[in-house]
Structures are given as C-alpha cells and as structure tokens.
C-alpha cells in the first residue's frame, strides 16, 4: 500500500515537472522544473529497489546536468526576448501538435494494450522458462548475504559490458575535446572575423609553404 | 535493468577476452589517444604530423582485420555481444578505408583553411571507432555506446568551419536531429528490452520471433528503433537534416557523413533486422517499403531542382538510401540475397560517392563554390577531373559497366526473387527512379563536356598529391567494381543467420 | 510497509524536517522584525554600487567549459563506484579495466589543461 502512494506521488511530481518543462515560459525555470523530474524518478529507481541508480539520477542528473543546462541557458542569455507569436514555417505549429498528440495516444494504448508483455513473456518473467524471475531481495550471493544493486551493476559492467564501457571513457573524452574546439576563442586582441580565410564556401587555395605561422597566428592560446 | 541482473551468475565472472577479434578496435583506440597525446606534448607544433599517424592508424587497424579474415573463423565475445564474422570485417574494412580516403581529402582543405587540425583528426577516428564497432555489436547497449561514438564526433565535425555561420547552422542542425533520433531509438530500444528482458540482439529475437502476433510492445519498440536509424541513413521524410548539414559542413567530412556515416545506420540497421528482429518481418517489411519508397522518388524528385552540386549530391544520396532500403523490405522472404545486395551497395556506393566529392573538393579549389553552373566548360580546364566526374555520376546513374550497374542489379535481383507482390512493385519503383536519376547526372555531364567555361576562364586547377591518390583510389575501385562483378559478389556474399534459429 | 521504504523513512523524515525548520526561522523572523519598508531598503544589494540592469545577465562561456569537466568526473566517479565497492571481486583484471578508463578520461583533462581553457584569465 505504502508503495502505490509512494509511486502515485513520485509519478504525479515526475509529470508535473515534466509539464512545467515545457509550458513554463522563462528557460530558467523550465531547468528547475527538469529537476523535479528528475528527483521523481529518482524516487521511482528506490521504489525499484535501484538505490545506486536513485543515487546517480540525483547526483549526475539533477546535480550536474541541470546545471550544465543552466549555464547554457544564462550562456544565451535569458534576457533576450524572443517573438513566438510568428510561426518560421506555416502550420508548423498544428502539424506538431497533432503528431505529438497522436505519439502520446500511440504509446499510451500500447502500454494499456500490452500489460502481458510481447509474447506472453514479459520483464518480469524468464523468458525460457516463464517462471517469474527471481526478485531482486531473493538473490543471495556466495556468502550468503544479498546481493546490493551495486554489486550487480559491477558486475555486469566489469564483464558484459566491458568494452562498452570503456568505449564511455572515449566519449566523455571527445566531448570535452569537442566542447574546447567548439568554445576556444583566438587568443586576446584578434577578432574571429580578422581571422576569416575566405566568405566562400570553401578555403583559400593557398600553397602550403606559404602558410601563415601558426603559433604567431594565436591559435594555441598557450 | 532488475530482471536483467538477476538472470546473472552469482558471482564474478572474468569474460574471456579474444584480443585478436577486439585487435582493430584496440589498434584503433590506441591510435586515437596517441593523436591526442600528441596534440597535448606539442600543441600546434605537431600540427603536420597529425594527418600523417591517422592514415598509420588507419592502415594499421588493416592489418587485424585482413589477418581475421584470413583467419576466417567467426568469433564471439561477452556472451555474443561482439561478434567478428565476415560481414563485419567487410564493413569495418569499408569503413576504415573510407576514412583513409577522406584523410587524403581533408588534409589540404583543412591546413589551408586553418581550421583546427590535430583535434579534426581525433575526432575523425574516435567516429571511425564507433563504426567499427558498431560493425560488430549485437547488443542493444553496445550498439547505442557504438552510435554515440560516431555521432557526437560528426556534430562536432559538421559546424569545424565555425567562423561560417553556414557551418555553424549545419552542426546545429545535424546535432538536433541526430539527438532527437537517438532519444526516440533509446525509447524503442527500452521498450524491446521491456518486451524481451534482454539486451543481447539473439536473446531479444528468441523472444519476440515466436508465431503469433506480436504485441503492441514489440511492434512499437520496432518502429522506433527503425525511425531512428532511418534518420541517420537520411530516408525520407527524416532526411531534413542533410542537404544543410551538408552544404554547410566542409567538403570532406560532408563526403564522410554522406558515406561513412550512412553506411554505419545501415550496419546497424542490418543487425538490428537480420539478428534482432529476424522473424517479424510482418511488422519491419512494411515500415521499411514506405521509408524506401519514399526516399528515392522524393529524393530524386528535389534533386532535379538541385543548383548546388552538394546539394544535389545530397539528395542523390537520399535516393541511394532508399535503392539500399529496397531489399531490406523483402530481408524476410530472401534474407541471404537481401543483405548480399545491400552490403554490396555499401561497398560500390562508399567509392563511387567519395569519389564525386573529391573532385567538388578538387574543383572548387579554384572555383571557390560548387554551384553546378560553375561545371560548365570543365572539359576545357580540367579533363582529368571531368573524366573522373562522369565515372562517378555514371556509376551512381548505373550505367554498365561502372560498378553502379552491378550494385543495381543486384538490388533488383533480391526484390525479384522475393517473388512476392510488394517485391515487384518495389522492383518497378527502382526502375523508374533510375531513369529519373539520370537525367539529373547526365546533365551535369552535358554541361561539363559540351558547354563552353564561364568567362571563357580556361586556367588549370593544381590538385594536390592526396587528392590525386584519392581520386585515382575511388575511380579504380568504382571501374573494378563494374567490370569484374565477381570482386564484390564474392566478398559480399555474407550471411548474418548463423546465430539465429531462423 | 517493507524494509527498504522503512529505511527511506528516515529520509523522508529528514527532509520534511529541514522544510519545516526554514520555514519556521523565517516565519519567526517575518513576526517578529519591524516592517517598515522604503525604496532604499528594498533595492538590491550589490557591494554598495547602486545596481544597474537586469539581474539576469548573460554568463561567460568559461563556466560551460568547467560545469562540463565536472559533468564528466561526475560520470567517472559513477563508474568507479561500484568498482570501489566490491574492489576485491573484480581482482586484477578489473583494477587494469579501471586503468585504462580512468587514463582516457585523463587525456580529457590534460588536454583541456594544456589548451589553457583552465585558466581563469
């Protein structure tokens, strides 16, 4: 019983950040409104006995992304108003309206439709077996002491997805590259446009030892 | 994820590694860090070396895979989440050399535009990474981990002219839709997982391949992942994105989205249909007729109005997306001829494409755009890129005996055999679009050959050594495709089937 | 009512706790402080110069380049920790998949150290 409350309440704030997300006018607020959101599912992962993932929605998620999105926001300057009044592409905005309304439709009938899952098996079942699977309080390791989320998460992480993660440390990487490519202004002084080689749509044909220095040209900031 | 982990042994279990079969991804990766590495000692001073240890890398990460494919036997790791077979090893083979041939197209373009060169060419292979591993993953996170990896990379590549606000709206443009696709295949993705239990591609399809009919799950689950992958294959309507993206984006990594990239939605595609959902093809065959229907008619039909050679390419590209969609809508009924047809597609398409592109690089160097009228008279100044120009549309017209003709062919061949009525009318939908198709590429060769130069400007272009390579690389390949047809059938003569029951 | 919930009871209890502190300290305050306000008291206080413009204001793009860097560390320290957890179950050769992931991300931030985004100029 506790459990039905817990999940109505964490899944009605889930949905109302969610809401709040789109509808709320000014960006800063739709970001406060993501955390709401966020800290619903976070407690909808407890509810699933997911407490290290509760504990990551938390942490990454409301505690660092958000604030990510926060400085993108502040970044482009909230101050600047924008005339919504005018639709860029005519009956843009009742296409998408009708499109979104049918998406939700669609998905929620499916999941009305498909409470059996796919073919008679579904998350909660051993597909080979059609049992239910065991749960994640029955499980008992080789000590004899439960197993913790955790656990099972390392586990599965150190070995199945082993090449998947550490393929996760390249794309953290690359996106910090990328972020400092895409950031990195020339060096104090300079203006980009002082810097611009041709307003075609393509470089300059210059010989290549005839280049310009590079390092005297700014570019490292360094 | 519960129900995943609890189906797992109790305890630790150290996976066997098979450091031959991960050998081009280390090779590769290692590559990667050593371009970063070098760009952290030296910064800008390392700047002409670059260019010169990604090709290494590159051909490096040859060498694992031709010894596999000498090897010859299939193998398997985590469980079957990574798999080496001969279809993976051609299409990480494309992908690797398609990225060599868009190094030697780059490194110009990119030092003589002065854009940043040490990061270019680490992004350019970490995106090479992904899609080499994307050419091996039968798992749905492996698969997800492989896509980001290979597209995050393009977003940051597409806007590296950013001091053009062209540029600019095409990374911006690219980056939007691309997340906007990979949320709604994370979506599907999530809901086969819920469907099935399980991530492993083999485990999902014992699941949901049983007969009857599917449930809503599965069938919603499967459109999804479908629409996300048509989105980075650029089907129609979910082809948006490019004819921007790639007017905007530099020339080579625009040749590379237009191949690589495509190539590597298509991979994906392909283990998704052939090992995931093999079996319900009474909910893919369908989704995949529309999409390929759709892309070559509409794709063919803006072309006609293209002025832009990029876009226009662009547009052929969508085009070409859907002759490869062809036979995947029949890949149940004939699943070996249907991925046969696509992969060799691939193969003759990365060539003839990369090839196009080159000589827009070549030719816009001193043209300074690719409008199309800018090609009137190119005979008069540059004969041996016109030459090479009319192979390349002619091979993507499919004209024998380039290697668009036999791609082509084999296309109709599959749907043909199918034998079943939507085949057919799929087959005809090929024939008329080919037609189409060129009048678009003829044109272009009437005004290259027959009109005289604009301003009667008949001074030469000087192309540089890497251009040259490139060209003659893709026009050989392009001609030896067309004339010995047993090359490509050979090696493309894969099957995906061999862990499925079906 | 099962274990787990019970033990985020205490949580929860905490939390409501907090709420109702604040709010009893600034309710208290609100009753008890004289309210007389004029144009003086209620403008903002910014280090005695009379405040000009919209407090939102646009920010430099140096705080994206650091709140991604902490985006990214916050990632590695969600790996690491069910690594950390059961340390001696993953024995060797988890400690050396751990090495190599830590050493990209490494790379990441030498890279963004030497480029000289780091500096606060």
């Known amino acids: 019983m506790t459990e039905v409350v817990v999940f109505c309440v964490a899944a009605a704030l889930a949905l109302v950040g969610a809401l709040g997300v789109v509808v709320s006018k000014n960006p800063v607020h739709s970001a406060l409104f993501l955390i709401q959101t966020l800290m619903g599912v976070a407690v909808l992962f407890v509810l699933q006995e997911a407490h290290f993932l509760a504990a990551v929605q938390v942490v990454v998620y409301a505690g660092a992304i958000v604030i990510l999105f926060l400085f993108v926001i502040m970044l482009l300057g909230v101050d600047k108003a924008e005339d919504f009044a005018v639709e860029p592409i005519a009956g843009q905005r009742p296409l998408a309206a009708v499109v979104g309304g049918a998406l939700l439709a669609i998905g929620l009938t499916v999941m009305v439709v498909a409470v059996d899952g796919s073919t008679g098996t579904s998350a909660t079942f051993d597909p080979q077996t059609g049992q239910p699977a065991e749960t994640a309080l029955d499980s008992i390791g080789a000590d004899g002491q439960p197993i913790t989320d955790i656990e099972r998460i390392g586990r599965v992480l150190f070995s199945d997805y082993a090449l998947a993660f550490e393929i996760t440390a390249a794309l953290l990487t690359i996106a910090v590259i990328g972020a400092v490519v895409l950031t990195r202004t020339v060096s104090r002084g300079e203006r980009l446009d002082d810097l611009e080689p041709a307003s075609f749509d393509l470089p300059p044909v210059a010989p290549h030892d005839n280049q310009p220095d590079h390092d005297s040209a700014g570019e490292s900031g360094a | 994820m519960l129900a995943l982990l609890a189906q797992q042994v109790p305890d630790f279990v150290r996976p066997d590694i098979d450091w031959h079969a991960a050998a081009p991804e280390l090779t590769l990766l290692t590559f990667g860090a050593l371009v970063t590495m070098m760009d952290i000692v030296w910064l800008e001073k390392g700047r002409k070396l670059t260019s010169i240890v990604a090709s290494i890398g590159l051909l490096a990460t040859m060498v694992p895979i031709i010894t596999l494919a000498v090897d010859g036997a299939d193998r398997s790791m985590f469980g079957g989440a990574f798999v080496v077979d001969d279809y993976a090893l051609i299409m990480k083979a494309v992908f690797i050399l398609t990225g060599y041939v868009v190094i030697l197209l780059s490194t110009n373009y990119i030092a003589e535009g002065d854009y940043w060169e040490n990061e270019y060419y680490g992004l350019l292979l970490s995106s090479i990474l992904g899609m080499i591993l994307m050419a091996s993953a039968r798992d749905l996170i492996t698969i997800f981990v492989a896509l980001e990896l290979l597209s995050i990379p393009a977003y940051m590549l597409a806007t590296w002219r950013k001091r053009d606000l062209k540029s600019n709206e095409a990374g911006m443009k690219y980056y939007l839709m691309g997340v906007f696709a990979s949320a709604i295949m994370l979506y599907g993705m999530s809901l086969l997982y819920g469907g099935s239990g399980s991530t492993l591609l083999t485990d999902i399809n014992e699941s949901i391949s049983g007969p009857g009919d599917p449930s809503a799950v599965v069938v919603l689950g499967i459109i999804f992942v479908i629409v996300g992958f048509a989105f980075k294959v650029s089907a129609v309507p979910f082809h948006t994105w490019a004819p921007d993206t790639y007017e905007g984006a530099p020339t080579p990594i625009t040749a590379f989205l237009s191949v690589a990239s495509k190539a590597a939605g298509f991979v994906a595609l392909m283990n998704m249909l052939f090992v995931g959902f093999f079996g319900r093809d009474d909910v893919y065959e369908p989704v995949i007729w529309i999409l390929a229907a759709l892309s070559m008619t509409v794709g063919n039909l803006i072309a006609l109005r293209q002025t832009n050679m990029v876009r226009l390419l662009a547009y052929s590209g969508v085009a070409q997306a859907g002759y490869m969609l062809a036979p995947l809508a029949v890949a149940g009924d004939v699943p070996d001829s249907a991925l046969?047809?696509?992969?060799?597609?691939?193969?003759?398409?990365?060539?003839?494409?990369?090839?196009?592109?080159?000589?827009?690089?070549?030719?816009?160097?001193?043209?300074?755009?690719?409008?199309?009228?800018?090609?009137?008279?190119?005979?008069?100044?540059?004969?041996?890129?016109?030459?090479?120009?009319?192979?390349?549309?002619?091979?993507?017209?499919?004209?024998?005996?380039?290697?668009?003709?036999?791609?082509?062919?084999?296309?109709?061949?599959?749907?043909?055999?199918?034998?079943?009525?939507?085949?057919?009318?799929?087959?005809?939908?090929?024939?008329?679009n080919s037609v189409i198709a060129l009048y678009y590429y003829a044109r272009i060769g009437v005004k290259m050959w027959a009109e005289p130069a604009p301003d009667d400007d008949t001074a030469p272009v000087r192309v540089p050594v890497s251009l040259t390579s490139a060209l003659v690389l893709t026009a050989a390949a392009t001609i030896a495709f067309g004339v010995l047809p047993g090359l490509v059938g050979e090696v493309t003569k894969v099957s995906l089937l061999a862990g499925v029951g079906g | 009512m099962s274990d787990f919930l019970r033990s985020y009871l205490t949580v929860a209890i905490f939390g409501l706790v907090g709420f109702a502190l604040v709010g009893a300290f600034l309710g208290l305050g609100r009753l008890l402080r004289p309210d007389k306000p004029n144009l003086a008291k209620t403008e903002a206080y910014e280090s005695g110069v009379d405040p000009t413009g919209d407090m939102w204001s646009q920010s430099n793009i140096r705080y994206y380049i650091f709140a991604l860097l902490f985006v990214m560390f916050d990632v590695e320290a969600v790996f690491i920790f069910p690594w950390a957890a059961r340390l001696e179950a993953y024995e060797i050769f988890g400690l050396i998949e751990m090495a190599i992931f830590i050493f990209i991300l490494l790379l990441g931030l030498l890279y963004a150290w030497r480029k000289g985004v780091l500096k606060w100029v």
């Open chain 2, 340 to 432: 046969a047809a696509t992969v060799g597609y691939l193969v003759i398409y990365a060539a003839m494409n990369l090839g196009a592109f080159a000589v827009v690089i070549a030719v816009a160097r001193k043209t300074r755009t690719a409008e199309i009228d800018d090609y009137r008279g190119l005979f008069h100044w540059a004969p041996g890129l016109t030459v090479a120009m009319t192979v390349f549309l002619f091979a993507l017209a499919g004209i024998p005996p380039l290697g668009g003709w036999w791609a082509k062919f084999r296309i109709m061949g599959a749907v043909i055999e199918a034998n079943t009525a939507a085949g057919v009318v799929m087959g005809i939908f090929v024939a008329v």
